[in-house]
């Protein structure tokens, strides 16, 4: 796949496309998905 392409900044390239932020609870270490967390992502 890669050897016929040029030359390109690996590190700079995403296989799967754009991350997702998620948000944990300190103590439970459980992910925050509600309405006021999405809020503040949007």
Same mark, same amino acid.
């Given at each position: 796949? !890669? +050897? +016929? /392409?040029?030359? #390109?900044?690996? +590190? /700079?390239? /995403? !296989? #799967? $496309?754009?991350?997702?932020?998620?948000?944990? =609870?300190?103590? +439970? /270490? %459980?992910?925050?998905?509600? %309405? %006021? !967390?999405? $809020? =503040?992502?949007?």
């Amino acid at each position: 796949m !890669t +050897s +016929s /392409r040029s030359d #390109w900044c690996i +590190s /700079r390239q /995403r !296989t #799967w $496309g754009v991350p997702i932020p998620v948000f944990y =609870h300190l103590q +439970s /270490r %459980e992910p925050l998905m509600n %309405e %006021e !967390t999405i $809020g =503040h992502i949007n």
